[in-house]
């Protein structure tokens, strides 16, 4: 878990200043149902940041305005994704990574899934 979270903060640390020159250039946030949250459990090949938030939520609202700065420093980095699933649409992810709090972030490489522990904000997902 301390090496993934170093190589994604590395990461955001050299991607820092091309981000600053291509201000409205961004990765897309995938919003993703079932399926695809199956899918991605199978992925071999990347790293997925899935953000689990509600729409009722006003963390969930924050840090949603805020990961498009994040999707902006990983533009570039083509074996990371981001995605967002809405719990409250979504209640079979609640019992799947046993969500108690919303938001929620996981890094998730296959099939093992890693829940992040921190501060639910950019600056605390960089630091």
Not at 34 to 39: K, M, Q, S, T
Not at 87 to 104: C, E, G, M, R
Request: glycine fraction near 4%; include cysteine.
């Amino acid at each position: 878990m301390h090496i993934d979270k170093l190589l994604i903060v590395f990461i955001f640390l050299i991607k820092l200043c091309v981000c600053h020159t291509e201000k409205g250039v961004k990765k897309e946030i995938v919003s993703i149902n079932i399926d695809e949250f199956n899918n991605i459990l199978k992925d071999e090949g990347n790293y997925t940041l899935l953000i689990v938030y509600t729409h009722w939520s006003y963390n969930s609202n924050l840090l949603l305005e805020n990961l498009d700065k994040l999707s902006k420093l990983l533009l570039y980095e083509e074996n990371i994704k981001l995605c967002k699933i809405n719990a409250a649409a979504n209640t079979f992810i609640i019992d799947k990574l046993d969500v108690y709090s919303y938001p929620s972030l996981f890094m998730i490489r296959n099939k093992e899934i890693y829940r992040y522990n921190g501060v639910n904000n950019i600056r605390g997902l960089l630091l």
